[in-house]
């Protein structure tokens, strides 16, 4: 099977009728024309696909696109994922309208690497040759093609095509790598079809990563899980198929009918969609009029088409040639990374309107001409590494963010994100947690600094105005806090790792807080400990307390009964009925005492060792049960094994 030669992606693009798909051929062997009305036309209607090996042994796929302006739709498709492009001037007719559309839609993709081709040069005097290159070079400059080697070719003598082959073999060696590195698979799907025995089969141009046979993944927007059934490189099976690779899927899962052009691959755990993104977005000076807030237009990202509306944040209107920070809200969502490249064209597909680079792929809705939104899409636009993880983490309406989300902004490998989030975390500007589990999630650790400093700023407050309460109930913080259950439980969790809070039951407090009794307050403290020892285990119920202690107010009794409550001098054993600490623990001995002698005890006996009635007797033998004092066998009670 075919797996270690190394792949390149090349493109055409050029005027209708300027020689490309002839130049594929010659290059090739190969006709790309294969729709009969392609053949009868005289032109390209679908992208064209072929390869051929070079001198070098690399193995090049070739994208042969449309020129007639009513195919551009078809030549962005094939222009996404391309390594270089072959820029196809005819020499005899020079520049026309399409060529400078497909100029100025590869320089706002950002294809850089290419070579100038000046086709049918035997058929074109030496003084049209000269004037066309030198005209085409110069609508070159200023542009992401400026200064590409050039050639000129004959598709019909075979002339320069060698040259053009070698020239292919330098031009790769100096080309950018950034196809070809590790990152999130996708495959933007540019055809389907159905292979009678196998099923549903798309291809496409895979970008970053790896895909692997049997691998599991997802089909957007529809949503449907599929699995890699079989892979092939041009013609050829394959276990595995790398970024940049012009590569055939046989997918199991789902029918061809519910694949359509513009469909992406990708893996399952990366298959958040969005439909609404900032863009940082230049207008084509050939653009015909400006560009107006709420417009409609067509965008394009990898091989998909849709509408979006464009939301003018900063300026009422764009001009020509203008550059802006916007707002793209789509129709429809779609799955992109920060760094993906789009197209815009007018609705009605005359003109191609400009471009822009993805900043944010989950942009919030932002408030139209203020210095907020102005500083913040300046900020996304400029940030580094570390400053869009910051941003990120700082700007998530969650303190705690699944790490997974920062693929989007840093569609890197595994091991290159790993390598970023490490180096922030030693330098102690995030915060991992659980990073070795199955959803790891991180938090800016400045914000989360400042929402610790709140939670104990909280229950300081709440220990100042609740002197007699041993803690502050932990879903109130939350609430005040605004914090989901999962920071809640984060940050809950850290400050009593660190000491700086006890957790008992719900109730949270500060490590130092002690319950503190004013001089009123501890003279009611002194006076129910003293009631409640002498009732022993006879208590009085709460609704009693007044009455029996007149000379302070019920909401003095009621604060100070609680807080001994908290503090453990009070035990509650039943609803309505409490015992002083000291009591309990009498009682206590005294039934396991009895019951080592007697192996068990029924409630008369215990009513007779208590000197008590049943009104107490039965729930205080229930709370010694709950307490795994006694266990209950019958209508009497035994010693539990933790007491004999």
């Not at 195919?71 to 026309?96: N, T």
């Not at 139209?368 to 996304?380: H, M, P, S, V």
């Not at 119920?541 to 009455?547: H, R, W």
Request: contains cysteine; glycine residues 6%; proline residues 3%.
């Amino acid at each position: 099977m075919l797996q270690d030669k190394r792949h390149l992606i090349i493109g055409t693009a050029g005027h209708v009728d300027h020689g490309k798909t002839a130049l594929v051929g010659a290059l090739t062997g190969i006709e790309t024309d294969r729709l009969k009305e392609e053949r009868e036309r005289g032109l390209s209607i679908e992208l064209g696909f072929a390869y051929f090996d070079l001198p070098d042994n690399s193995r090049a796929g070739i994208v042969d696109v449309p020129g007639h302006e009513k195919f551009i739709r078809h030549m962005l498709s094939g222009a996404y994922g391309m390594d270089m492009v072959l820029f196809v001037v005819d020499a005899k007719e020079g520049v026309q309208e399409q060529t400078l559309e497909h100029l100025a839609i590869l320089d706002l993709l950002g294809i850089s690497n290419g070579i100038l081709v000046l086709t049918k040069s035997d058929l074109a005097s030496p003084d049209e040759l000269q004037e066309a290159t030198e005209m085409t070079q110069e609508i070159l400059v200023g542009t992401s093609l400026e200064a590409i080697p050039s050639v000129s070719v004959s598709s019909i003598t075979g002339n320069g095509i060698d040259t053009l082959k070698q020239m292919i073999v330098e031009q790769v060696k100096i080309a950018t790598e950034e196809q070809i590195i590790d990152g999130i698979p996708r495959l933007y799907v540019d055809r389907i079809f159905l292979v009678q025995g196998f099923g549903a089969v798309v291809t496409g141009t895979l970008i970053g990563g790896s895909v692997n046979k049997d691998q599991r993944m997802v089909i957007l927007p529809q949503g449907d899980i599929v699995r890699v059934r079989g892979i092939q490189l041009h013609n050829e099976p394959a276990y595995v198929a790398q970024a940049g690779q012009r590569t055939a899927l046989n997918l199991s899962g789902i029918t061809a009918q519910k694949i359509q052009r513009g469909d992406v691959l990708c893996p399952i755990e990366y298959s958040s969609v969005t439909d609404n993104i900032d863009v940082s977005l230049n207008v084509l000076s050939s653009f015909p009029r400006m560009l107006e807030h709420w417009g409609r237009f067509r965008m394009y990202l990898g091989t998909r088409e849709l509408f979006c509306r464009l939301i003018l944040l900063i300026d009422e209107a764009i001009l020509p040639g203008d550059g802006v920070q916007a707002q793209l809200r789509l129709e429809q969502p779609i799955l992109t990374f920060r760094g993906d490249r789009v197209i815009l064209r007018d609705f009605s597909a005359q003109h191609t309107v400009g471009g822009g680079v993805v900043i944010n792929p989950f942009a919030p809705k932002h408030k139209r001409f203020t210095q907020e939104t102005i500083n913040i899409l300046a900020k996304w636009e400029q940030a580094d590494n570390t400053q869009v993880v910051n941003a990120v983490l700082e700007n998530s309406q969650t303190l705690c963010v699944e790490e997974s989300l920062l693929f989007y902004y840093l569609p890197y490998s595994q091991s290159e994100v790993n390598t970023i989030l490490n180096t922030l975390e030693s330098e102690e500007k995030i915060i991992r947690w659980d990073k070795t589990g199955r959803n790891p999630l991180v938090s800016d650790a400045a914000r989360t600094n400042r929402v610790i400093e709140e939670f104990l700023t909280v229950l300081s407050k709440f220990h100042e105005t609740h002197p007699l309460q041993a803690g502050q109930n932990g879903s109130q913080i939350c609430r005040e806090l605004k914090l989901d259950e999962v920071a809640y439980e984060k940050i809950t969790n850290q400050l009593i790792k660190s000491k700086n809070i006890v957790k008992d039951g719900n109730l949270l407090r500060l490590a130092s807080h002690e319950i503190q009794f004013s001089e009123e307050e501890a003279s009611a403290k002194e006076t129910l400990e003293q009631l409640f020892l002498k009732a022993d285990i006879n208590t009085p119920a709460l609704k009693e307390l007044n009455a029996l202690l007149p000379d302070y107010s019920p909401q003095l009794i009621e604060s100070t009964f609680y807080a001994l409550l908290n503090l453990g001098q009070f035990i509650k054993a039943a609803d309505n009925f409490y015992l002083h600490k000291d009591v309990y623990e009498s009682k206590k001995e005294a039934l396991t005492n009895y019951l080592r002698k007697n192996d068990t005890i029924s409630v008369a006996e215990f009513r007779e060792l208590a000197q008590t009635s049943r009104k107490y007797a039965v729930p205080f033998l229930e709370y010694c049960d709950t307490q795994n004092v006694t266990v209950r066998a019958g209508n009497v009670r035994k010693l539990s094994t933790k007491h004999i």
